[in-house]
């Protein structure tokens, strides 16, 4: 049962209605079990956020993916078998990106549906889509990462086995559906420049006011916090890559006014083609002149998902940027952590010594806050004005002798 592509159908990879899979990681060399337990945490979440509910993972350690099955010949038996035992289960998803070859195998071994990260991702990325813009990036996104996958992924080529008559055929029908490919994605290039060329004269009607980037790991509260400082109502909700369009809302604390924006979130494993294509809409993050790093310190894995951001944001020229670190959800972090007898006096303590030491590991400022109680919020206004302000008195001196 191979994978059934259509050249430039917009249809997203998961159905509409609830679907069951399973998931499977390798615990390569240098990974422990628990940080292959915690990526795959992440990618059930992505399949929640997709649609899908998953009733099992494997995990298998492997010093690299198998060419054929990516995990084991076994383990991929094992797989194959409790897929085949349980009925409700559709899919299988991995953890990595396959290629077009391990794709078809693990379809006619399984005789479901195989996903892979990067493919989930996409699938979220196309129904979160709302404007043009996001929708042309996802759509290029798609097609070059089908680009790559060609061979494995053409059912019709499958039917020829080779021989006589056969094989001029076949490579003539791999490098038309290239072509049209390609074809697809030089006009998306086109479409994307034209509406790149379109956000660039906004902003530059933007271009005297200071501006300020939400960026951090998906679902730690952007979004939130977004509607909490702008008394906006940007849409927000517990899952991955709620909000996908970048939004850019006026603020004026103290008679201070600024551009404050909200950006997609970033993610571990981030596909290479997947940034290409948001580049656009990330260049809200390149023109900023503040960045405000949103972490969810009550996530297990805060710290690496702080390392995600900053190395992402290095990959974007943006790591220089005045940047405050902003733990957010410091309310759940007690619950989860704190014992129950411990007095304020000794949180503080504590939550004073943690804030001293991320401010050391990561080389940033930083402050505790709870956008869902408002706790530290003031601070945030306060900390916020006076950068918005040195930023004016640096940049648009002009503008700040005005006030």
């Known amino acids: 049962m191979a994978n059934e592509w259509n050249v430039g159908k917009k249809e997203s990879g998961l159905r509409k209605e609830k679907e069951y899979a399973v998931t499977v990681g390798l615990i390569k060399r240098k990974q422990t079990e628990d940080q292959v337990a915690e990526y795959l945490d992440e990618l059930e979440f992505l399949a929640l956020t997709a649609g899908a509910v998953t009733v099992k993972r494997f995990t298998q350690k492997l010093d690299s993916p198998d060419n054929k099955t990516f995990v084991g010949s076994g383990k991929a038996e094992e797989i194959a078998e409790y897929v085949k035992n349980h009925e409700e289960i559709t899919m299988v998803i991995f953890d990595d990106d396959l290629s077009g070859k391990q794709n078809g195998v693990l379809e006619e071994r399984m005789k479901v549906k195989i996903i892979d990260r990067s493919t989930l991702i996409l699938d979220i990325f196309a129904s979160r889509a709302q404007t043009a813009q996001a929708k042309t990036q996802v759509e290029l996104a798609q097609m070059q990462y089908m680009l790559t996958r060609l061979r494995g992924l053409w059912t019709h080529l499958e039917r020829q086995r080779g021989g006589i008559g056969m094989r001029g055929p076949g490579e003539t029908e791999i490098e038309t559906d290239r072509r049209i490919i390609r074809d697809k994605i030089a006009k998306l290039k086109k479409d994307l420049e034209k509406l790149d060329r379109q956000a660039s004269t906004r902003r530059k009607g933007r ?197």
């Open 207 to 403: 271009d005297t006011m200071v501006r300020v980037a939400l960026v951090g790991y998906t679902n730690v509260g952007k979004s939130t916090l977004m509607n909490l400082v702008t008394k906006s109502d940007v849409f927000a909700e517990n899952k991955l890559f709620a909000t996908l369009d970048t939004t850019v809302r006026k603020v004026a604390y103290e008679g201070v006014p600024f551009l404050l924006t909200d950006t997609v979130g970033f993610i571990r494993k981030l596909p290479h083609h997947l940034v290409e294509s948001f580049k656009s809409t990330l260049d809200e993050v390149r023109e900023s002149d503040i960045l405000l790093h949103i972490v969810d310190v009550a996530h297990p894995a805060y710290e690496d998902q702080i390392r995600t951001v900053q190395e992402l944001l290095k990959e974007l020229g943006a790591d220089q940027k005045p940047t405050v670190l902003i733990f957010n959800k410091i309310d759940l972090f007690r619950e989860r952590n704190y014992d129950l007898y411990l007095d304020e006096e000794g949180r503080d303590e504590v939550e004073e010594g943690l804030r001293k030491s991320l401010e050391s590991e990561f080389q940033n400022e930083s402050l505790l806050i709870s956008a869902h109680t408002r706790e530290g919020m003031d601070l945030l206004r306060e900390r916020l004005v006076a950068m918005v302000k040195d930023e004016y008195q640096t940049t648009y001196p002009y503008v700040a002798k005005h006030w």
